[in-house]
């Protein structure tokens, strides 16, 4: 357990620079989990949603991966097509002209494929419905088939038009000498990480804000705790390259003089929220993402991302992001 003068420590430098409110009050989990996961979002299961909610729907279908998107999109047109099928092989099978078939499997495969013909609307010819029950399935099925594909084009244009940020963290975030030349005597050791863009694109005005969050006993209870880490720089104008941000860990910092136990004793994390603008768009793109205390490395620091062409082209290589070497160090 933390002695009684390092969380007394603590608790002042917390109360001294208190984060504003997270969004997750102080309810700890005492399972031991992270409260953001890796890629952002809340580690958190809703349930008593409303089984029918067309909003989170179209927020579903336009968030998702693109496999996940793809595979609905095409389970949506198989069904469907497969529905239509057995309306016309059961209500009016004999009343669709041109087929071709020596078993029922064969008559069920051609009404099948001129199902996705009339949901196309594509209509080759050789299939065509002549009575009223088939014209009427045929001429819903069209219609279902516009909507469809209206739908659908709507979604990709919506998962193509809203900006999002694909950023790359290291894996792993350190604690490892600061051998800054401003910094270095206030603070001999530093937290950092490093982030990158993955795309091609420009952010420019970027802002990193970086919430040390941990456990508390008050009075009994155990409660979550979140208080800002100050950074070296906090804003950048454009990310280029990569970026390495820096808690110095001085002793105006939370982490000052805490040593490894004491923050798996703490369950800490560190909750990254990435500010920028997209220069494409030009419209704000947000970034979070998290690192739990078994993911820091004590006495590490990053290999270089960058080097130099014969042609004295910079050249970042993104593979790099997470590279570490280990260093001597004496931590508390």
Known sequence: MLSENRLKKLNQLLNQNPASEFGFGNTSNESGQRILNKDG??????????RF????????LITISWTKFIFVVFSFYFILNLIFSLLYYFLCPDTIAGMIYTTELEKFLEIFFFSSQSLTTVGYGRLNPTGIIASSIAGIESMMG???FALATGLLYGRFSRPTAKLLYSENIIIAPYAHPTFSKEAPTALMFRIT????NQL??????????????????IQRKFTNLKLEISKINFLALSWTIVHPINEESPLYNLAEKDLEELEAEFMISIKAIDDTYVQQIFNRNSYYWKELIWGAKFISMVTKSDTGKTIIDLKKISQIEKIEFEHA
């Open 53 to 60: 909610n067309v909003v989170n729907i179209y927020h579903s």
């Open 197 to 200: 863009n993955a795309r091609k």
């Open 204 to 221: 420019i005005e970027v802002e990193a804000m970086v919430l040390f969050s941990y456990n508390q006993n008050v009075n009994g209870v």
């Open 146 to 148: 516009l909507l469809g």
């Open 41 to 50: 979002s809340a580690n958190i299961n809703r349930i008593g949603e409303p």
